[in-house]
T-cell receptor, first 112, second 110 residues
Framework: DGGITQSPKYLFRKEGQNVTLSCEQN?????MYWYRQDPGQGLRLIYY???????QKGDIAEGYSVSREKKESFPLTVTSAQKNPTAFYLC???????????FGPGTRLTVT | DAKTTQPNSMESNEEEPVHLPCNHS???????IHWYRQLPSQGPEYVIH???SNVNNRMASLAIAEDRKSSTLILHRATLRDAAVYYC???????????FGQGTRLTINP
C-alpha cells in the first residue's frame, strides 16, 4: 500500500540528547514536510523540501535540522538546542503543487 | 497568510447534517480554501478544497460565500467516525505550506 510511515510511534529521550525522527513515503511525491503539534493547538511548519537535496525553513525551524538525500526519505533531527521538544511530530508529502498533503501517523516525542 | 475564525467546538447527532462555518475575511482573490480534519491521535487528512464555486466530493460539500469571506463545510449525514478537529485553511495558489489554526472540535452524539 502507498503511504507515509513514521517511526517510532512513541519516543522518549533525556534532555540534552539529539534525536532523529524517521519519515518515509512511497507515493513518489517530490515535496515533504515536517510539522509540530502541541496539545490543543494546530500544526506548525518546521521544515519543508520541494526536491531532493533542497529544503527550506518553516515557521519554527530553530533547534531542528533535516536532510533530503533521497526522494522517499526526510528525517528530522531534534537537537538539544530546541527549548521545548516534547510534542507530536507529523510528516507529510505532496506531489508538486498538488492541492492535497498526505500525512503520516505521527511520532509522539517526550523529553524529560 | 489569511486569518481564519472557526468555532472552538460544535456538537451534532449521528445521521444528521453538520454545517461547520469558517470566516476568512482577509482572503485574497487567488487563495484556495482547504479543509482538513484530524481524528484523535492521528495525522490530518484532506477533506475538500475550493476557490469560488461550491464543491462536492464523497466526504463532504463546501459552500463558499459569494464574497469569499466565509465558507461552510457540510457533512450531509454525520457518523461517529466524523468526530474530529476540522481545520479551514486558506492557501495561496501554488504555495506549498499549509497554515493550521486551532480548528473546530466536532463531537457526534449517538
Amino acid at each position: 500500500d502507498g503511504g507515509i510511515t513514521q517511526s517510532p510511534k512513541y519516543l522518549f529521550r533525556k534532555e540534552g540528547q539529539n534525536v532523529t525522527l524517521s519519515c518515509e513515503q512511497n507515493l513518489n511525491h517530490d515535496a515533504m514536510y515536517w510539522y509540530r503539534q502541541d496539545p490543543g493547538q494546530g500544526l506548525r511548519l518546521i521544515y519543508y523540501s520541494q526536491i531532493v537535496n533542497d529544503f527550506q525553513k518553516g515557521d519554527i525551524a530553530e533547534g531542528y535540522s533535516v536532510s533530503r538525500e533521497k526522494k522517499e526519505s526526510f528525517p528530522l533531527t531534534v537537537t538539544s538546542a530546541q527549548k521545548n521538544p516534547t510534542a507530536f511530530y507529523l510528516c507529510a508529502s505532496s506531489s508538486d503543487r498538488a492541492y492535497e498533503q498526505y500525512f503520516g501517523p505521527g511520532t509522539r516525542l517526550t523529553v524529560t | 497568510d489569511a486569518k481564519t475564525t472557526q468555532p472552538n467546538s460544535m456538537e451534532s447527532n449521528e445521521e444528521e447534517p453538520v454545517h461547520l462555518p469558517c470566516n476568512h475575511s482577509t482572503i485574497s482573490g487567488t487563495d484556495y480554501i482547504h479543509w482538513y480534519r484530524q481524528l484523535p491521535s492521528q495525522g490530518p487528512e484532506y477533506v475538500i478544497h475550493g476557490l469560488t464555486s461550491n464543491v462536492n466530493n464523497r466526504m463532504a460539500s463546501l459552500a463558499i460565500a459569494e464574497d469569499r469571506k466565509s465558507s461552510t463545510l457540510i457533512l450531509h449525514r454525520a457518523t461517529l467516525r466524523d468526530a474530529a478537529v476540522y481545520y479551514c485553511i486558506p492557501r495561496i495558489q501554488g504555495a506549498q505550506k499549509l497554515v493550521f489554526g486551532q480548528g473546530t472540535r466536532l463531537t457526534i452524539n449517538p
